[in-house]
């Protein structure tokens, strides 16, 4: 689907929900619609704003970005802000006669939203939405999906790199930048987040920074890492043990891979995010691990690394056909360490399909 | 200065302001005030708000970094959100009777300003604030300075090494991974931002993202890039040519440097913004290239690679000792090319220091 039909099916919701413009300001959803892929520095230095009436689109950036909007981008009348986001919109709105105004509730910042206040005619409402161009976003299409699996590929690549040359005595920082190295020297274009490495007691915090430690013999190693590649995200996890896993170990980590194995195979289109938690969950707290499951088992993958739908206890998405998602379960034993397993998902035609390929048997992950 | 007597002083601005509470939102401000250092991904993901009263502080944050938020604070109360900010500060903010509630406006999205609206007591006053803790990062301690200044020598060196390395015929994508994997390998914890290689023809365009272009002898090669340490950044441009550099590429560049030591050395405690940038930018006018300098001199550098103060043409910053910024003019041509000079400074006693140390003159850059 092309930029342009985006903005033709944005403009449908639009009409649903009665707003005859639209401000986007989340960089995800602006690169979504429109094709620029300026950087921003949040939160005072933004890329730009998309703004989206019924018959017209408009991107509005600064002059360092202005040539480059204009090159990537169709169908954009491309307008500079001088200094002020209001005074470019200033130009643009009073001819626009806006009854309801909408605008990113998730990502604006409150100042902004005051400076909207300020250019906009008093007849004009504000309307605040909510994952508007974020539902949009969560249904992949072909070419989408094509750009997640190559950035599925690159991590997968990744992981057999390290199993090749992982030692004792390497330290988690150490690994951490042989993964993002060799991501970004095999055709990635970024990586989707930093990977974390995290070994013995490290790994009983899911979101551990890599540090100084040195990874040991019999010990979890959580690694967890993605690629990105045209904007899209993948993301990883696998645990290992160098050396032979001793019982606890095995013992965790079967249930972890058991519960994950168990997702993937029930998750179809039409369930909701709680159901989809569900069953990782209902697999942990059997093997009497419940308290230790101290996360969500996943989240939508796409142009931002966390997106649309959520799996989760309290997440009232429903899973639909062309959604992306990781499916990663996990159990963190304060003291001792933890596991996760973690595959990208996709749904088509109703079923599952796993998009992840590195290996997870307990004796693959043996090195 | 600790996190603790930051907290002291931000104390005594809110005193100021008659703020009886203070919800930092803003990432390098949360660190800047408690050392804690968890990682966002913006905007649905924060790792967490601090909540400053006269006499108490809490750091809010989710379970997956209680731990190390435990572990990096001193003086805060952790305290867990389970679900919703809101329903965490639920928990705390009855108790404090709050007249007046400060935010910051810049930064927190429009919806956790709605939310802040449902749990507060209607005699609450919310109140936005600018750049309050923004100020106070901008003024450097010991500490800090100490901290940029070795993320200058590692970012010095990578010039040293790319000077060493460079050759026609690597693309611009190579010459920004081979910047980073040296900040990476030698000690730097991050990049600040990611580098730019802008060459020839790409080089008028000041926020170029390197392309698969190969460098080609006797253009200009923009390159732009930092280091990170201790989270602290540095932030270096510099120009250089390959073989012998031709009339236009002399012209331009002895106009760009004759601008920035003029500013590098007339710029001093006490002026605004405003008058700092009117040095390189007067010098470049005066040269012929006035319209061709299209961005500002300069930014402050500090936790965040953008923050106060502006050198620029509408700043109202006064310039105080212990601030540190870049000074970086430039003259971008388009269909030619571009030259921009930058360093870091930092104001002294009333004077200028330059932190940068990698070579400028014309000699020294053709490679």
Redesign the interface.
Known sequence: MSEESRVLTLREVMAKLGLDAFLIS?PESRRYLSGF???D?????SAGFLLITESTAFLLTD???V??AEQETTGYEVVRIE?RLQDALAQIIPDLALKRFG?E???????R??ELKEVVDPNTLLV?T?EVVDELRAIKDEREIEAIEEAVILADAAFDHILGMIEPGQTEQQLA?EI??FL??HGAE?IS??PIVASGPNSS?????PSTRPVQVGEPIILDWGARLRGYCSDITRTIVLGEADDQFKRVYNTVLDAQIRAEKRIKTGITGIKADSFARKAIEEAGYGEYF??STGHGVGL???ENPTLRR?SENILRDGMVFSVEPGVYI?GWGGVRIEDLVTLQDGRPVVLTRSPKQLDAVEV
């Open positions: 989340q892929t300026g950087h520095h949040p939160p005072m230095d002059g360092r970005t040539e480059q200094n605008f509730g998730n990502h604006l910042p409150y100042r939203y005051e605040p909510y930048w993002e190295a970004r020297t970024g987040f930093d915090r899911p979101h551990h920074v101290v996360h931002a690394i966390h309290t304060p």
